[in-house]
């Protein structure tokens, strides 16, 4: 591992913010100013390809990064804030659905987050 794959693995797998490629980049540029955005992307891409960081997509935004520990996640559907969340395990209900085929799942619920909602109430 390259000294930027690892400082990118430490960045994503301690980040609660679950970071898009700028923030990273912006992150490691206090560590390596001569770091280069393609760097980042190269990197980014490599830990993603080799299954060390979880890539989360979401419609009209941009691509952010977390960790491989095994949770959800809540969308904000109007400040698009992506927030981690413990759901119970589907798993074992889509394998006996699916079958062997089933490789994993990756679930996003939108909703409105509580900063949302109270901008909205007036309050």
């Keep these: 591992m390259t000294k930027y794959e690892k400082e990118i693995y430490n960045i994503i797998t301690t980040s609660t913010e679950h970071p898009t490629v700028e923030q990273i980049y912006l992150e490691l540029k206090k560590k390596f100013p001569q770091v280069v955005m393609a760097t ?4 980014v891409n490599k830990l993603w390809k080799a299954g060390m960081i979880r890539k989360i997509s979401v419609e ?5 990064y977390d960790r491989i520990i ?3 996640h809540l969308v904000c559907q109007r400040c698009g804030k992506l927030a981690d969340v ?7 209900l889509l394998r006996e659905q699916l079958g062997e085929a089933f490789l994993f799942y990756d679930l996003k619920v939108f909703y409105i987050c509580p900063n949302c909602r109270d901008k909205g109430s007036g309050g």
Excluded at 40 to 43: E, F, H, K
Excluded at 60 to 64: C, I, L, Q, S, V
Excluded at 86 to 92: G, K, M, T, V
């Design 60 to 64: 009209n935004k941009a691509d952010r």
């Design 70 to 72: 095994k949770h959800d």
């Design 86 to 92: 413990s759901l119970e395990d589907l798993s074992a």
């Design 40 to 43: 980042v992307y190269n990197n």
